[in-house]
């Protein structure tokens, strides 16, 4: 990456609702902002691309390219971040969306699913009854796969009411144990570039480095 470019994205990172003259494939991952809060909270804030009219449309289109001649009954995004992608892609698709909740959200009839997030607490995860069915084919959505837990419980509940995974869709999966035996069982879809992957596992964008100056100057700003 030249100079150039890498000014470009440093750009692109700081400018949420800006929309680059010139743009290549998973332009958008240079606006997700790192984390200011501590470890309780995860590394990066994804949620950021969306703000981006564009950036959210191209992220969308570029999850579902993989799946572009595949049979997909219905749309199953998991709680809370995956209703976000889940439910564009299902609108894009012009299917239906089903929820996939975390505990104690659900009124109906529910089946449950242990599993650890990737903070490690303990966690259950809960599908409703009426709505799968043997052979229904799913495309299941989450904002991010980093463990794997998570969508290892929801594929759990899937297949337990005899439904099929079409495929899984998440703007990254890291190569942890979880992301790589999801990744070697299911067809997977992501928005990450494989010469940025590492990037993804290691925790650290090189985008950061534009809102680390901005965060400098402000601090200087204010002393």
Excluded at 70 to 89: E, P, R, S
Excluded at 132 to 138: E, F, Q
Aim: hydrophobic share 35%; proline share 4%.
């Amino acid at each position: 990456m030249s100079s150039g470019s890498r000014g470009r994205e440093g750009r692109i990172s700081m400018e949420a609702l800006t929309i680059p003259p010139e743009h290549g494939k998973s332009w958008y991952l240079a606006l997700m902002a790192p984390n200011v809060k501590g470890p309780q909270y995860a590394w990066l804030d994804p949620s950021r691309l969306y703000c981006n009219q564009q950036a959210f449309m191209d992220c969308v289109e570029d999850l579902l390219q993989p799946f572009q001649n595949d049979t997909i009954d219905i749309i199953a995004g998991i709680d809370a971040m995956g209703f976000i992608l889940g439910a564009a892609i299902a609108n894009r698709l012009g299917k239906g969306f089903m929820t996939i909740r975390k505990e104690g959200h659900s009124c109906v009839e529910t089946k449950g699913k242990a599993y650890s997030d990737y903070t490690g607490r303990q966690k259950l995860l809960e599908m409703r009854t009426d709505v799968v069915k043997t052979g229904l084919r799913i495309l299941l959505v989450d904002q991010w796969i980093e463990t794997g837990g998570t969508m290892e419980a929801a594929i759990a509940l899937i297949e337990g009411q005899g439904g099929t995974i079409a495929g899984i869709a998440a703007i990254c999966i890291e190569e942890t144990k979880g992301g790589k035996r999801i990744k070697a069982k299911y067809k997977c879809s992501t928005c990450v570039p494989e010469h940025l992957q590492p990037q993804f596992n290691n925790k650290y964008l090189e985008t950061f480095k534009a809102f680390e100056t901005k965060n400098t100057v402000l601090k200087n700003k204010s002393e």
